[in-house]
């Protein structure tokens, strides 16, 4: 068995070895770049592609998958050179360098929310936009819709909770409309057990509420034994229980609503976990970008070809972003085809974010820029 230290010393010869050929291949990557811009040819060729990683699969034995691996990120990083080299994009460019920075709010301007007065989602549209007058929707998908017909400026809406996770259906909205997210806010959300003044908690035998807050809340729903009843809002919820006049139901709800609808708080803290908090996102039919923006929003989706997910998440690794978000969401034209939402760490203002943005605006389908924002905390 040979030295430890015989065989890195080894491992550092051959690395030497490896850099300088690496190096050597991405000249190569930028003189094919350059011939390519000179006569007006698409930098992605997938059967070019495809051709040598099958054959470096052959070639590989048994670290052929793991050889293909590698020369898939270096085929990437390849094309992210090309891409620079001829400018690929231009149409991204041009729609990042029309954003305003500034984006308007007088007590005039038009806000969408879903629910009603008291709900989780009326309180973050006053801490976004305080002092002005919500305009209440039914259903998210009528935010949306409100936003589309000119009737809203802007939309506030529920995207992640940190125990219930995901609010799948405004993912959903998002990918199926593609409007630009402006603004975000992480707020605590504390919930309470309600009822009418004359129930007391031994009376309680079913709670109402949003399916998230009854996620949120599952543990002491458990542990009491009661019946779950879904709402489509939280404060609606409180004031179904306000007026049904029934004192063997209670409603999960916050503070507002509880204080709003008359209800008598039973327990409070009622959330699993006492960091419970809710993001919240603005969406707007135009693009605002201020000059501190920490967060980029897309969207896309992937060619069929195998660890084409992974190679696109390393083209962030390669420029340094962090990665905060992936999401994937059904496609609505059947066959398991899927869209992929992404928010990262970064600012369009950065030349290697939006040079990477515009190569992947460039080579992947259904690709959206969603917005470069702000994320504000409670």
Not at 28 to 36: M, P, Q, W
Not at 54 to 80: H, K, V, W
Not at 351 to 356: A, F, G, P, R
């Amino acid at each position: 068995m040979r030295n430890l230290e015989e065989i890195r010393q080894e491992i550092n010869s051959i690395d030497k070895e490896l850099l300088a050929l690496f190096i050597k291949r991405m000249d190569c990557a930028r003189d094919v770049g350059n011939y390519k811009k000179a006569n007006n040819i698409p930098i992605l060729n997938t059967d070019r592609e495809q051709e040598i990683l099958d054959r470096i699969f052959q070639q590989g034995g048994e670290y052929g998958y793991a050889a293909q691996l590698l020369y898939s990120n270096i085929m990437e990083l390849s094309r992210a050179l090309q891409h620079n080299i001829v400018g690929s994009g231009k149409e991204m460019k041009a729609l990042i360098n029309s954003a305003e920075k500034e984006m308007p709010y007088d007590n005039n301007t038009r806000v969408a929310c879903q629910g009603i007065k008291g709900a989780n989602n009326h309180d973050a549209t006053l801490k976004i936009f305080p002092n002005c007058k919500p305009q209440f929707y039914k259903s998210f998908n009528d935010v949306f819709l409100a936003i589309e017909n000119g009737e809203a400026d802007y939309g506030v809406l529920p995207v992640e909770n940190s125990s219930a996770g995901s609010v799948s259906d405004v993912y959903d909205l998002i990918l199926k409309h593609r409007f630009y997210i402006v603004k975000s806010i992480d707020m605590p959300i504390h919930y309470y057990l309600c009822s009418i003044p004359q129930a007391d908690k031994c009376d309680i035998e079913e709670v109402w509420s949003h399916p998230q807050a009854l996620a949120q809340c599952s543990n002491k729903i458990t542990e009491n034994n009661y019946r779950s009843m879904p709402s489509a809002n939280t404060a609606i919820a409180a004031r179904d229980v306000a007026n049904s006049k029934r004192i063997d139901i209670a409603a999960i709800c916050n503070a507002s609503a509880a204080k709003e609808y008359n209800l008598k708080v039973l327990e409070e803290h009622y959330e699993n976990r006492g960091d419970n908090t809710t993001r919240f996102i603005v969406i707007s039919k135009k693009l605002y970008i201020p000059e501190d923006a920490e967060k980029i929003s897309l969207c896309f989706s992937l060619p069929h070809v195998t660890g084409s997910l992974y190679s696109v998440l390393c083209r962030f690794n390669s420029v340094g972003l962090n990665l905060t978000k992936i999401e994937s969401r059904p496609m609505d034209i059947g066959g398991f085809e899927y869209l992929f939402y992404l928010d990262f760490s970064g600012n369009v203002s950065s030349e290697s974010v939006l040079q990477l943005l515009c190569a992947l605006s460039t080579e992947l389908p259904e690709f959206s820029f969603l917005g470069n924002y702000n994320e504000n905390k409670e």
